[in-house]
């Protein structure tokens, strides 16, 4: 499967973003997906995750409350939503996909397929 991330840009503290992903090649369905994110001088960090149908998800506890995965219902398509967004949010943004919904879903090294990551910029 082949992730191509969108919708970065620049917002103000407080703001709202919507990121998404679109698949291609094998139906997306066959994924389980996560988003994580890379500040300048970071390790790349989990941000949320989402299994196969859709009806679970698991979040980082900083973004808890703010930000919703959600995926496409027979598509191909996955997003992130984020609200109230502060300057600690500032990243590059990756989508990620595999087949497994399991235990580790927080672990980079975990996922075999990512997209090219989007530009998050949040100003005070």
């Known amino acids: 499967v082949q992730l191509q991330a969108s919708g970065g840009g620049m917002v103000q503290a407080g703001g709202s973003l919507r990121l998404s992903c679109a698949a291609s090649g094998r139906p997306f369905d066959d994924y389980a997906a996560a988003w994580f994110r890379q500040a300048p001088g970071k390790e790349r960090e989990f941000v949320a995750a989402i299994n196969w149908y859709g009806d679970k998800t698991y979040y980082e506890d900083s973004v808890k409350d703010r930000f919703t995965i959600s995926r496409q219902k027979r598509g191909n398509t996955l997003y992130l939503q984020m609200n109230r967004l502060n300057p ?33 910029t949040v100003s005070s």
């Open 88 to 120: 600690a949010d500032t990243a590059v943004y990756f989508c990620a996909a595999r087949t497994q919904w399991t235990y580790d879903a927080t672990v980079p090294d975990k996922y075999p397929y990512w997209g090219q990551g989007t530009l998050v």
